[in-house]
């Protein structure tokens, strides 16, 4: 399917904005999307990730900036004008056309006549070429979703957008279709703008991910360096888990900047912290610590931050063990243990240490506090477990 001869341009936003009376949902974002990239916008619901493919779409008229694809300037043409197609989460497939039909619909709408070979080179690009007369009712959700994207693709649009396609699926079937979805962006080199809340399918498919919070994009970059050093604790919170420990900076030690915490001191490398200011919060991923048994403590690295605690829940999840460890400022820290040997596993009430590499570590800017990011229905449960634990102790 991919065409060596086919001109595709950068999709470019400019001061975007769409406001709703006094909410700006999208604000004043500028943006370039790379010709031939998989990008996603990944954000929660009301972040602006989806107001922002809808004007892009021409389904919702900017309040103020620019859309353009190269040098065309798409910002007030009408949705059918532009060279941009979406496949929603719906799908929206024509139940009483079989899916030949359904995906030469476009073809046909255009007055093109001889679509057969065009037709069957789509379905053969999404592996549906088997299934050309049958109807939608009598595929799979994974199925429906690749003739989906065949019928957005047939056009050769300059850019595709994807508007939570996987989200009807379940699991098992989410991660298959994430595979076969970056393989046919790759295959055909169009421009792929993919709107999700879901952090894996993001990071799994995404060349670039830009993480969206309140009409803004707080942080931008490939999959892995986002999830590695966050800038943020938006970002931190919000793609994967994260410790974060309150503390204020103390100095420096040579190339690190030293945290006080709770009476401990936290080295985090100068070029991995992203803050001014004397407040900060020192940062780890769970599955960068590595949890001992305290007799094994001399087998911590001099220069490895630590901390003792006591194992409070451990949960067994196939792939890894994941501990939560109450320190001694009572925050209860996560731990993600590959299951390496079997049966070698803390238990809870055992008294443990953690120690992590500084270049593992981040700082971030202490002035909003940890949970920013974190899903309130989370914060609510944690509320909820501390208040029984509370009611136990009294009791």
């Not at 962006?185 to 999700?196: I, L, N, R």
């Amino acid at each position: 399917m991919s065409d060596e001869t086919r001109q595709v341009d950068d999709l470019r936003m400019t001061s975007l904005t769409k406001k709703f009376g006094d909410h700006a949902a999208v604000d004043d974002l500028t943006l370039t999307i790379p010709a031939g990239s998989f990008f996603a916008l990944l954000g929660a619901s009301g972040c602006g990730k989806t107001t922002t493919l809808r004007m892009v779409a021409g389904l919702e008229d900017p309040t103020s900036g620019s859309i353009f694809i190269g040098e065309r300037d798409i910002t007030h043409l009408r949705a059918f004008e532009r060279p941009v197609n979406t496949v929603f989460q719906s799908y929206a497939l024509f139940p009483h056309l079989d899916i030949f039909e359904n995906v030469a619909f476009g073809l046909r709408r255009r007055g093109v006549k001889d679509v057969k070979a065009t037709v069957e080179s789509m379905l053969e690009l999404v592996e549906l070429s088997p299934m050309a007369r049958r109807k939608p009712t009598q595929l799979s959700g994974g199925q429906q979703q690749r003739v989906a994207v065949a019928r957005a693709l047939i056009n050769r649009p300059d850019v595709l957008l994807l508007d939570e396609p996987l989200g009807a699926l379940d699991l098992k079937l989410r991660r298959q279709m994430q595979i076969e979805l970056k393989r046919i962006q790759v295959e055909v080199g169009t421009t792929f703008v993919h709107v999700t809340h879901d952090q894996e399918e993001a990071m799994t498919m995404a060349d670039t991910v830009a993480v969206m919070n309140s009409g803004r994009i707080e942080q931008m970059g490939h999959p892995a360096d986002i999830y590695e050093l966050p800038r943020t604790v938006f970002v931190a919170n919000f793609l994967g888990q994260a410790n974060l420990i309150v503390g204020t900076r103390a100095g420096n030690a040579g190339a690190d900047v030293v945290v006080s915490s709770f009476g401990q001191s936290f080295a985090v490398p100068s070029e991995r912290v992203f803050a001014a200011g004397s407040d900060l919060i020192v940062g780890v991923r769970p599955e960068k610590i590595t949890i001992l048994d305290l007799v094994d403590a001399g087998r911590v690295p001099e220069h490895h931050n630590r901390i003792t605690g006591r194992v409070t829940d451990v949960s067994y999840t196939g792939v890894s063990t994941q501990y939560l460890v109450k320190a001694p400022w009572e925050q209860e820290l996560i731990v993600f243990e590959q299951n390496v040997v079997v049966g070698d596993r803390s238990e809870v009430g055992d008294e443990v240490v953690l120690h992590w590499s500084p270049k593992h570590t981040f700082g971030l800017d202490g002035s909003s506090g940890t949970t920013v990011g974190v899903d309130p229905e989370v914060l609510e449960l944690e509320a909820v477990n501390q208040s029984l634990v509370a009611d136990d102790a009294e009791a």
